[in-house]
């Protein structure tokens, strides 16, 4: 059988109705069906997203990064299972709120990424102090968003001047990545909304690079 593809699953936590949402946007036909491992909490349906009702979970922080694994189905596909963390960050009154508390960002900006293996850095960042992370001007590998999902470093993503779509299936269900960030692009409004779309449970923003003009940013749909 072939596998599904993980990254036509979308996941959105919603902390304050107490579920999660799980989309799907792929090749599957007929019913599919998605458990939270090590729970009793599953939902099954033709109609995408599916809700599952999460009435006690643990929420995912930089303190306390909990995750849970999604076990995804569909006849005529081996199973996929997709890591995600109950966790929401949005922007009210010009501060940052993680899980509905505001949050002061510590972050550290870095041009490039090394040699360093991807836990050491990310545990070096989160030794220092810091809870925030910045990568300027290139995309994160997987090894280092598992790193931060896993020790609870909250990231910020690069993404080209066209928001890239293949980009943002690949890494918005990481919990660690709270914050897109696009490049330069001839229409910023039109960027942004396309990368809304595609995700809109997260913080998008332009031009945070640039000095000319202000930084303009989305709000998530809460």
Same mark, same amino acid.
């Given at each position: 059988m072939p596998p599904l593809d993980p990254h036509a699953f979308y996941i959105q936590p919603d902390l304050r109705r107490k579920r999660v949402q799980i989309g799907l946007t792929s090749q599957a036909n007929g019913?599919?069906?998605?458990?939270?491992?090590?729970?009793?909490?599953?939902?099954?349906?033709?109609?995408s997203p $599916?809700?599952?009702?999460?009435? =006690?979970?643990?929420?995912?922080? &930089?303190?306390?990064?909990? $995750?849970?694994?999604?076990?995804? =189905?569909?006849?005529?596909?081996? &199973?996929?299972?997709?890591?995600?963390?109950?966790?929401e960050c949005t922007i009210k009154e010009n501060r940052v709120h993680f899980n509905n508390k505001a949050m002061t960002l510590r972050g550290v900006v870095l041009d490039s990424l090394d040699s360093v293996p991807a836990r050491e850095l990310v545990g070096k960042v989160k030794s220092a102090g810091f809870n925030f992370l910045r990568v300027r001007s290139t995309a994160i590998p997987d090894p280092f968003l598992d790193a931060a999902d896993e020790l609870g470093l909250l990231v910020c993503c690069e993404l080209d001047a066209t928001g890239s779509e293949a980009a943002l299936r690949e890494r918005r269900n990481h919990p660690s990545v709270v914050l897109w960030s696009i490049g330069e692009s001839?229409?910023?409004?039109?960027?942004?909304?396309?990368?809304?779309?595609?995700?809109?449970?997260?913080?998008?923003?332009?031009?945070?690079d640039t000095v000319e003009r202000a930084a303009r940013y989305m709000r998530p749909y809460q």
């Open positions: 019913p599919f069906r998605v458990s939270i491992d090590r729970t009793t909490y599953a939902a099954e349906g033709l109609q $599916l809700a599952i009702e999460m009435p =006690e979970f643990t929420p995912w922080s &930089p303190d306390a990064p909990h $995750l849970y694994t999604a076990i995804c =189905e569909c006849d005529g596909h081996e &199973p996929v299972r997709i890591r995600f963390g109950m966790r001839p229409d910023i409004d039109a960027t942004l909304r396309h990368v809304h779309q595609i995700d809109p449970g997260r913080v998008v923003v332009s031009s945070l």
